[in-house]
């Protein structure tokens, strides 16, 4: 007998080393995923929207297992990277999407944040297990107890993960994106306009802020502004990615670098961020850390801020090859497809604007 959603994932121990469950029902909603839609020019801004999130439905049902039963950090990294693909789809085309889906949107953000620390955690033990072997062999004994905190911490934060996604709240909001995906939102809207129209405005808008952002650092720019870069870059590349077969190789080419720009930030934010919760637990040490495990978290953190600086090198070069001729070529990608598609529709008038035109189309009493 299989057992219940909700009492299985909370049986499941929260750093995953619990029983391997004989059923999928114990990790995760036995729910099939969305059959594929494919994206094409004729399709509305609306439509584009629905079709990606519909996408990232199917994304969203397949990483969850694997992200509660926590064998394998890299299905709890692709559920988040899916939440924010989310997120920047509901955020970018809440205009033309139903406002029940849009509204929604703040139990996503709230899943993102609590999914946050746990990959965090899952980083930072990838990375001293990576560096153990390079340690002296005296020295490795000293990186257990911090070893031991780590996991601990990660298995609270998983924790509470999985009472987040076993909660009635995420159920409901899995709930209201499917009916939104599969339901009669799908019929075309008049109101809607092409996608071909919308798209450039809201892709060079998104460039121009991350322009803006690159263009303030400098050789003493703090870590929240390469972080702002970082999310600016994001944005940008969750904008292109929902219609980049539309856009054929341009946007394919543009895609690339972009991940390459974010990737070269991304190493610089995962030390950054290991070395403040290193000097976090030096602090406000727990009980019965050894005075050698403090010794090696000031070396770690040392070391940690060394590839945080030697990581903004490679940053330049990436920020250049996305701003030079791979921008140009989308851009009049961009203005070609627009230019070919219709004009977009008139917005349907309001209820007020119907009576102000009313008002000003009834003859004037003075003039009768």
Known sequence: MKVPFAQGAIALMADGKGPEPKSLSLVAPLAPEPTAIPVDASMSAGEVALTNLHALLAD????????RLGQDPEALHDLRVTARRMDATLSLFAPYLPEALVR????LKTLLRILGTPRDLDIQLGELTRISPQLPEGERPALDPLMHHLESERARARGRMLQALDSESTRGWIDTLR??????????SASSPGAAAVMPELVRGRFRKLRKAFRRLNTLSSMEQYHAVRARAKKLRYTIEPAAVIYGKPAGEMLRVLRRLQDRLGTQQDAYVAKNRLLAIAADPPRGLPSQTLFLMGRLAERHSMAAAQARKPVEKAWRKVRGRRWRALRLKLEELRAASPAPPAAPLRVADVNLTARLERPSQVNA
């Open 179 to 188: 009916a939104s995906v599969e339901g009669p939102s799908w019929a075309p």
């Open 104 to 107: 929604a949107r703040g139990k």
């Open 60 to 67: 969203w049902l397949r990483h969850e297992p694997g992200a």
